[in-house]
Each structure stands twice: as structure tokens, then as C-alpha cells.
DNA sequence: TTCATATTTTGATAGGTATCGAAATATGGA
DNA sequence: TCCATATTTCGATACCTATCAAAATATGAA
């Protein structure tokens, strides 16, 4: 991952509503929810959380699609792996003895992916979603 | 991880200098390294530097303490793990057959991460790499 | 068409953050 | 003590970000 993706998306998380907004399509899972479920959850107002949604999406945290008139968002998962794994590159020096690495959230629906195979090192080696 | 902190921490890692810094230091491991090594090795005048690592320190991503004439910074990789584990906080729904959680690096010289957080795969011992 | 709904864009305002020279503080040694 | 080194604080300047009313756009239904 590049330095300015990262402090991008960083910078996106770094603000309590699309932190709560981030954290909610986390949850929601690859599914998502639309932008009016969203804002009527957490109480913002239109204008301002579109705002919101747009930074997450230009720092690539969330994707969207349209469904009738709704849009729908959902968390990236990849991206948040990837923003964790640079992160925590080479921590204690790849001292093995003195440090357990980093696994992050690998929905089974965005990949192709088998289960088992849920962890940094295949993060590295197998391009999956986007 | 309350929300305030982590919105601290990640303000304090969305720049460009800090996150540099922040790197660094986990590279470096448990043992941190000076004030002034950081700001040599990154080419950041002392008073950035300083107001840099100030920040860091209050969103507390990284402690200190003197030796000497210098300051030693190290990472905290707890608080690092608790920021992970407050944006990936029951993700897909807590579904397992989704979505394998995550654990961040734990340097043997640190207390624990919190045991949810830790899976098979993630105690298997190996490099991180973006 | 015309209307109602869902969402985004515009634009103004208020407030927050980064930079770094110069000065101040802390430590250890001569 | 006085000096050199390591780091922080001060203060001025310049730039960046959040908010939301009002207007615009897109969709689907009547």
C-alpha cells in the first residue's frame, strides 16, 4: 500500500461520523446499507453525511451502488487490511520470537478465497477484491 | 477502546511526518529509539519533530522516557491492537463463517491482547508485509 | 408529464492543523 | 561554574476541514 492511501485513509477515519459510519458498514457486512438507513441511524443530516460518505469513498473505505432510488454502501474490507498491514509492516524488526502478526477481516463474500487461508501472508500473495 | 481515543490515534497517524514516525517506532520495537535519531533518519526540523511526537504521545500511540540527554520514543502496540480491534469490532455481524477477526502485533515484552482477538492463524509466527 | 423520494452539490461560515525560526529548558561533562 | 548537546515551547503564518441551508439531480410511480 502507498503512503498517501494510507494517510488518506487514515485522515477519513479520523472523524467521528464516518468513523460511526465506517464502523457500522463493518458491521453490517458486504451487504451494506443505504445512505438513508445511515443517516437515520446515527442522526446526521443529509448534506453532511453525504460529505462524509464521499471522503470515505474517495479514500477508498467504502464502495456504493445504486438500487432503485437508494444508494447503497458498503465497508471495503481489503482496504482495511491493507491499511493495518502497513501499518504494522516488519513490526520488531520480523523478530518472530518477540512478535504475532497482524490478521484482519476477510469476508467469505468478497473473495475467492478459501477459509483457511485468512491471514497476512496470503493477503500479500493473493489479489482478491477490490 | 472508547471513540474519542480512537479518533485521537487516528488523527495522530493521518499525517504524513507522525505516520512515518509511528512506523518507525514499530519497526523498531519494544526498545523505541531517540528523539533525535527519528528526526535525522526522516530529515523533520526538531521543532516538527517535537510537535510530531507530542501528538503521538497525547493520543497515546507511543510513550517516552529520558536516557540522558535523550528522549527514547517507542511504539504502543496495545494501543495499537485496541484501535484495530475498536474498528473491526464485530464485523459481518460477528459471523465466524464471514469473517475471521483480527489480532495485531504483540511484542513478547508487552502485556497481552485481549485472547478474542486471537485465532490459529493469527499464532502462527511469520513476517508482516504490506 | 407531474409529483414525491433519495441523495448530492453549492456556497458561506467557523474552526482546526502544520510549519519552523527563535528562544527556552534540561542534562552531563570540563 | 560555564559550555555543548538534546529537546521542547512560543508565536506568527499559511493552509485545510466540518457543517448545513438551499438548490440541483436522479429515480420511480401516478
Request: hydrophobic share 40%; aromatic share 4%; net charge positive.
Amino acid at each position: 500500500m502507498k503512503k498517501e492511501k494510507a494517510i488518506a485513509a487514515l485522515a477519513a477515519l479520523a472523524q467521528e461520523s464516518r468513523l460511526d459510519v465506517f464502523r457500522m458498514l463493518v458491521q453490517s457486512g458486504p451487504d451494506g446499507l443505504p445512505a438513508g438507513e445511515i443517516g437515520a441511524r446515527l442522526g446526521v443530516p443529509s448534506p453532511t453525511l453525504s460529505f462524509h460518505l464521499n471522503h470515505l469513498k474517495h479514500a477508498a473505505l467504502v464502495s456504493c451502488r445504486r438500487d432503485s432510488r437508494s444508494i447503497i454502501y458498503s465497508a471495503d474490507y481489503k482496504a482495511m487490511n491493507d491499511l493495518i498491514s502497513y501499518m504494522m509492516e516488519n513490526c520488531c524488526r520480523g523478530d518472530a520470537n518477540q512478535c504475532a502478526p497482524v490478521a484482519a477481516c476477510k469476508p467469505a463474500r468478497e473473495t475467492n478465497v478459501k477459509p483457511r487461508l485468512r491471514n497476512a501472508e496470503s493477503e500479500k500473495r493473493g489479489k482478491v477484491n477490490a
